[in-house]
Each structure stands twice: as structure tokens, then as C-alpha cells.
């Protein structure tokens, strides 16, 4: 998905760039990164899992943001010197703010604890009035609940739980907006969702941060209960936005590439 949306922001800006798709290997990692990304034909990179932390070690500048959320998922090469980003987390909180309006007041309850919660409540951490961190891993959830509260732009408070239904159940009761950070419901398990449908209701936000399928059983089930509903479209084409920007210093042209997005997800839901 990221390479259709690239080089379709590539040819509307008329860039002579290219964005291709490279398998790369553990024990290849060191090398790519020091040998292929310092190339001067190569401009930068994104960096998916398993990779966003082990190419930390190999970079040569990691902006602050990715340095407190832990992870890296674009890399600027600067005349050999390799820089590091993270565009995941603003991403996300500008498709939520966009949605749902001012976070100040704001009870955010998050599904999972892995690299995608950790970037997403990095940032709603600065920005909202409560976040709950519900993780079948409880520990995980604690580490990432204890680590936020530490920081000194968190003004949020964090807690955290285990995910089973009571808590679930519970944490959605004093809920304004539900993110989920997992992967439960993406192609091809999309029959399946992390909650149970009757736990839903009107006057709730759910953002899915799955985009494929389009619209995911948790989100159909919101928009049953009446609940106002974001896909997780905006939030990949944001972060791609925000990667073209940094890699080439021009306004991305975002409207082309959530149409080249859009174009491929209903092609697929066909």
C-alpha cells in the first residue's frame, strides 16, 4: 500500500523517484542500512515489522519523538548521515483530532500494547484528559502505562489492564473514543473483532487502526450501535505524508495519495 501511494505522490509532484519493496533479511540488516541506505541514489526508507527498533542501533540521528516512543518507521539519509523518525503517532492523532474534535477533556480507552499503541499513546498521552491501556499481556500494558506517566509532555492519566470482558466492559462505560491497536480483524481473519458488539453504543468514536478490509467488523459494528467510526486509512496515508515530506521538503499531495489507497482497498472489497 505504501508503495502505491508514494509513487503515486512521486509522479503528481513530478519527482523522478521511485518507492520499491525490499525483503530484507535479520542478518541483513546491518548492511542495508549502512551500505544501501547511505547510497546517495537512495533518498530514505519506511522501516515495518520486525525492524523498527533493531535499525535504531544502525542510524546515525533519531528525532526526539522516536527516540521517547522507541521505534522508527522513516529514515532520511542526508548526505551519508541517516536520520530517524517516527510519523505513526502524529498520524494518528491528527485523524483523531480531525474526527472527534479537542482531546483536552478526552477518555481514550486503547486495545493492545505493542510498536503501534506505543507511537499512538505516545502521542494522545500529550493531549488527552485519560487514557486506559487494556492488553492481554497485562505487564505490557503496565511497562507502557508506567513509561508514559514518566514523561514530562504526558498530561494524561495512564492506567492500565488486562484485556478480558470485564475490563473491557467496564473501561467503555467511561469511554469517549476506542482506538485498537491490534490486529484482530484484518484480512483474512475479518470475521473477526477484539469486542463484543453489544459492548458498543452512540456517542462513542472507534478508530481502527486496521485497514484491511476497509471497514472491519468492529467498525461495522460501531456504525450498527451508532457510533461514529474511523477507518484506519487516514491514519496510514497521514504517516505516508508525513514520510514524503520529510524525505522531499514538498507538500504532500495527499488527496492523490488517499485515492491511490482507496482505489486498491475497494478493489479488494470487490
Request: proline fraction near 3%.
Amino acid at each position: 500500500m505504501s508503495a502505491v501511494m508514494q509513487n503515486a505522490a512521486f509522479r503528481e509532484i513530478g519527482l523522478d523517484f521511485s518507492y520499491e519493496l525490499l525483503e530484507v533479511k535479520p542478518e541483513d540488516l546491518r548492511r542495508k542500512a549502512l551500505d544501501e541506505l547511505t547510497d546517495p541514489r537512495v533518498r530514505g526508507a519506511n522501516v515495518t515489522i520486525p525492524y523498527k527498533v533493531a535499525i535504531m542501533q544502525y542510524l546515525d540521528e533519531i528525532d526526539l519523538e522516536a527516540s521517547r516512543i522507541g521505534a522508527v518507521n522513516a529514515v532520511v539519509n542526508d548526505g551519508g548521515i541517516l536520520k530517524g523518525y517516527n510519523t505513526d503517532g502524529v498520524a494518528a492523532l491528527r485523524a483523531v483530532v480531525e474526527t472527534y474534535g479537542s482531546l483536552r477533556d478526552a477518555r481514550i480507552l486503547v486495545l493492545g500494547a505493542g510498536g503501534a499503541a506505543r507511537a499512538i499513546c505516545y502521542k494522545l498521552a500529550g493531549n488527552a484528559s485519560e487514557i486506559m491501556i487494556l492488553n492481554r499481556t497485562i505487564k505490557h500494558a503496565v511497562a507502557l502505562s508506567d513509561y508514559l506517566s514518566s514523561l514530562p509532555e504526558c498530561r494524561a492519566d495512564v492506567t492500565a489492564d488486562s484485556l478480558r470482558y470485564e475490563s473491557l466492559s467496564n473501561s467503555l462505560r467511561e469511554a469517549d473514543i476506542l482506538v485498537n491497536t491490534t490486529p484482530v480483524g484484518m484480512y483474512p481473519e475479518t470475521e473477526s473483532s477484539p469486542v463484543e458488539s453489544k459492548l458498543l453504543r452512540s456517542g462513542l468514536l472507534v478508530f481502527d487502526t486496521v485497514y484491511n478490509p476497509l471497514m472491519t467488523k468492529l467498525l461495522l459494528d460501531a456504525k450498527e450501535a451508532g457510533a461514529k467510526i474511523l477507518t484506519g486509512v487516514r491514519m496510514l496515508v497521514y504517516q505516508g505524508a508525513a514520510t514524503f515530506e520529510l524525505w522531499t521538503g514538498r507538500k504532500a499531495p495527499e488527496a492523490v495519495m488517499m485515492d491511490a489507497v482507496m482505489k486498491i482497498l475497494k478493489r479488494k472489497a470487490d
